[in-house]
């Protein structure tokens, strides 16, 4: 029996129309878990990036890159994981969102090893969590609890390597460089106080 969830009538229309409703069932029968198993931590640990999907209140959605050094996601118990929210460009259309619709998509992608996992559930934002200092640069800690974990198919992930880390990725000791566009004068007249671009 599939999880009611995981399909809404327009999912079923269209496995109806293409004749994969067993399919379908069966992947979640197989596939879909509501706990990190030690192959999903491995690969969302080593990440050093991975997509974020919100909606607002209204369920409009939105979709975002989420990237550091690799572990700066980390899984902290069997349905929780956890990464930092650094500084960005002051929109806070993610975290904006999880605060008015906490219901939230992760997509990791092992671009070198092809393998992905999403993992859905709901976040939760956090300015005094006790993963806070151990995340340089970090601005707040998000949590995610997760509702349901499941690998895809990783056939039409192109293999590509790392051949750098972000040099504006916070680490322990170093100050990452300015950005140029917050050095452009027609930003830098409304940065925050305590924006080092200042």
Known sequence: MSDPAMYHEGARRLQ?????RALADRLVEVTVHTAFTDEDR????????????TADEHGQPDCSFKGGLP??????DPQTLAFPSYDGNGM????????????VGLLFVDFERPKRVRVSGTATLHEEDPLL??????QLVVR??????FPNCPRYIPTMRLESASPYAPAPGCTPPIPEWKQRP???EVLPPNDPAR
């Open 133 to 138: 200092a151990e995340f340089a640069g970090a």
């Open 71 to 76: 572990g700066f996601v980390r899984v902290v």
């Open 42 to 53: 491995k690969l969302i640990e080593r990440s050093a990036m991975f997509f974020l999907a």
């Open 186 to 188: 027609v930003f830098r």
């Open 16 to 20: 109806d129309h293409f004749e994969t």
């Open 92 to 103: 806070f259309r993610s975290l904006g969102n999880i605060l008015v619709n906490p219901s």
């Open 144 to 149: 995610v609890r997760a509702t349901r974990i």
